[in-house]
C-alpha cells in the first residue's frame, strides 16, 4: 500500500505482458487515502477477531509463548499501523509487520497447523504491503504450503488427508488472491474516480480562465468601439475647429466667437460621453427617455453643418416605430462615424441624412457629394469593420457605396 498509491497498488501487467500505466503518484490524494485508512481500521478489527478465533482453537494446553504470540501479532499491528498513521509510511511499516506475523505463524503451525485462523488476515495483508504479485503468492504458498505439509505430516501422509489439505489450500489461495484483486479493483477505482474529479476541475478551471480572458478582450474591444467613435472623433473636431477660429482670429471674430462656441460645445458632448462610457451607459442622451432617436440624429447632423459650414439635412420617413435601447445605440454610433469620415475625409459641400421607419426593418442612410473614394482600396479609415461589429450584435447589415468623384453614401439596416 505504497504512499504514491492506493492502497495494494501494485506496478501490474497485462495478459499480453504490457506494463499497465502505475496509478497517480499524488501522495495528497485524499480520496486514494481515505481508502487506504478505512482498509487498514477494517484489518485491525479482522486480526483482532481471528488471533481470538485461533487462541480459542489452541485451548489451554498449549505452550505459554502461544497466547503471547497471539497478542502480540494484532497488537504490532496496531502499534506499526495506528489511525491516523502517515501514508508515507504505510508500505515500510507494513512490511516490517508480515516479517514479524509469519515469523509467529509458522512458530504457531509447528504447535498447531490444524487452528491458524489467523493466516485468513495475513493474505490479504501480503497483498496489500507486497507491490509485486509474483512475490505476495510466493508469500502465500509458503505459509500455507508449510501449514499444510505439518498438517499432512500429522495425518502420517494419508492420501485422503492430503487430498482435502490441498484442496483447502488451493481454496483458501484462490480466496485470498481474489480478495486482493477485488481491493486492487476497488483502489484502482478510487483512483479513477480521484483523477477524472482533478480532470474535471482543472477543465472547469481552464474554461473559467477562458471566458473571463474572452470577457476581458469583448471588453477591450467594445471600449475601443466606443472611444473611436465617441471621445476620438469628439476631440478630432474640437482640433479642427481651434484650428479653424486661429486662422479668422485677426480677420473675423465673429467667425471666431462662433468656432470656439462649438468648439466648447463639442467639448462639453465628449465629457458627457466620457462620464456615460465610465458609468457604462451607452451614448450620452441616447437612452434618454426626454431626447427620442430623431431628434439626437438630427441634432447630430445640425452640428456637422454648423461646424464645417455646409448644407446638412436630416429627414425622417415612414411611421414611427419604438426601438430597443441596444439598436438606437447601434444607430447613433453609425452615424458618429460616417460623419466623423465626412469630416476627415470627404471635403464634402453637402451632407443629407435619412432615418427611415419601414415594416420590418429601420434604415439609416447617410450620403455626402464629397471627393469619395475606391471601395476596398487603401487603409479602410472609413470604420466599415467597427460598423459591422455593432450592426452584428443587433443583426444588421451595411452597404457602402462610392467612387471617386462622386461622394460616398452608406446605409445601415436593422430588423425590427
Not at 501490474?12 to 500505466?21: E, F, K, Q, Y
Request: net charge negative; with cysteine; charged share 20%.
Amino acid at each position: 500500500m505504497n504512499t504514491t498509491k492506493t492502497p495494494n497498488t501494485v506496478n501490474r501487467a497485462d495478459a499480453a505482458g504490457v506494463p499497465i500505466t502505475p496509478r497517480s503518484t499524488l501522495v495528497d490524494d485524499e480520496e486514494a487515502n481515505l481508502f487506504g485508512s478505512k482498509l487498514l481500521g477494517a484489518y485491525r478489527y479482522a486480526y483482532l477477531v481471528l488471533a481470538a478465533a485461533t487462541a480459542a482453537e489452541f485451548g489451554a494446553d498449549q505452550p505459554p509463548w502461544c497466547p503471547v504470540v497471539l497478542v502480540l501479532l494484532p497488537v504490532s499491528f496496531w502499534l506499526l499501523l495506528p489511525p491516523g498513521v502517515d501514508p508515507n509510511v504505510w508500505d515500510r511499516r507494513g512490511q516490517v509487520h508480515l516479517v514479524l506475523a509469519y515469523a509467529g505463524v509458522t512458530a504457531l503451525s509447528l504447535v498447531e497447523p490444524g487452528g491458524i485462523a489467523l493466516m485468513y488476515v495475513l493474505m490479504p495483508l501480503t497483498f496489500t504491503f507486497i507491490d509485486r504479485m509474483l512475490p505476495a503468492m510466493l508469500a502465500g504458498v509458503y505459509l500455507f504450503g508449510v501449514n499444510g505439509v505439518l498438517q499432512a505430516r500429522d495425518a502420517h501422509w494419508a492420501p485422503d488427508r492430503v487430498a482435502r489439505i490441498l484442496v483447502e489450500m488451493a481454496i483458501a489461495l484462490g480466496f485470498s488472491f481474489l480478495m486482493a484483486r477485488t481491493i486492487n479493483w476497488l483502489a484502482d477505482k478510487v483512483e479513477e474516480r480521484g483523477r477524472l474529479v482533478r480532470e474535471l476541475e482543472a477543465t472547469r478551471a481552464e474554461l473559467a480562465e477562458t471566458h473571463h480572458e474572452a470577457g476581458v478582450r469583448v471588453e477591450r474591444e467594445r471600449m475601443a468601439r466606443e472611444i473611436h467613435d465617441t471621445l476620438a472623433q469628439g476631440f478630432t473636431s474640437i482640433l479642427m475647429l481651434l484650428q479653424a477660429a486661429g486662422i479668422t482670429v485677426d480677420s473675423d471674430a465673429a467667425a471666431t466667437r462662433k468656432r470656439l462656441e462649438l468648439a466648447e460645445r463639442v467639448a462639453r458632448d465628449n465629457l458627457a460621453e466620457a462620464r456615460a462610457l465610465v458609468a457604462a451607459q451607452g451614448p450620452a442622451g441616447g437612452e434618454d427617455r426626454a431626447e427620442p432617436l430623431a431628434e439626437l440624429l438630427g441634432r447630430t447632423v445640425a452640428g456637422l453643418g454648423e461646424e464645417l459650414e455646409v448644407a446638412a439635412t436630416f429627414t425622417v420617413t415612414g411611421v414611427e416605430h419604438e426601438l430597443s435601447s441596444t439598436v438606437q445605440v447601434v444607430l447613433v454610433r453609425v452615424l458618429q462615424e460616417s460623419l466623423a469620415n465626412i469630416r476627415k475625409h470627404a471635403d464634402a459641400g453637402s451632407v443629407a441624412v435619412e432615418l427611415a421607419y419601414r415594416p420590418f426593418a429601420t434604415r439609416l442612410t447617410v450620403a455626402d457629394d464629397g471627393r469619395g473614394f475606391e471601395p476596398g482600396h487603401g487603409k479602410g479609415g472609413y470604420g466599415l469593420p467597427g460598423m459591422r461589429a455593432r450592426l452584428a450584435q443587433v443583426g444588421g447589415e451595411v452597404e457602402l457605396v462610392s467612387a471617386p468623384g462622386r461622394g460616398t453614401t452608406v446605409r445601415v439596416e436593422v430588423p425590427q
